[in-house]
């Protein structure tokens, strides 16, 4: 645990993890035993709120922190590495790779 500070309106932590930084407010001290809740604005923040509870998550429940899917452009960069190594064991040239990531025309 980084920090904790009791104020009025709850408790208030900053927790590390490897490089990610958590800040949890609690409003009212749980039960023993009982679970949290997140509680998420559907406002302009919410896709980060949402994929900052997830990473909050997963470091609570022993999960891979960087177990978030990749991106589209990150799915095709991976998609190209693997066809491009597997032509590369075939024996493919590098232009035939070109040719068979990117079409004949845009090489």
Do not use: C
């Not at 409003?27 to 919410?46: C, H, N, Q, R």
């Not at 799915?75 to 493919?92: E, F, K, P, Y």
């Amino acid at each position: 645990m980084q920090a904790r500070r009791t104020a009025p309106d709850g408790e208030h932590f900053i927790l590390r993890s490897g490089r990610d930084e958590h800040q949890l407010w609690i409003p009212d001290p749980p039960l023993d035993g009982s679970a949290l809740a997140a509680i998420v604005s559907l406002d302009e923040a919410e896709p980060r709120r949402a994929a900052a509870a997830m990473r909050f998550w997963r470091h609570a429940t022993g999960q891979r922190l960087n177990a978030d899917p990749p991106t589209p452009k990150r799915r095709q960069r991976i998609d190209h590495t693997l066809r491009a190594l597997d032509g590369h064991l075939s024996g493919a040239s590098y232009r035939d790779i070109a040719e068979g990531l990117f079409g004949s025309d845009r090489v």
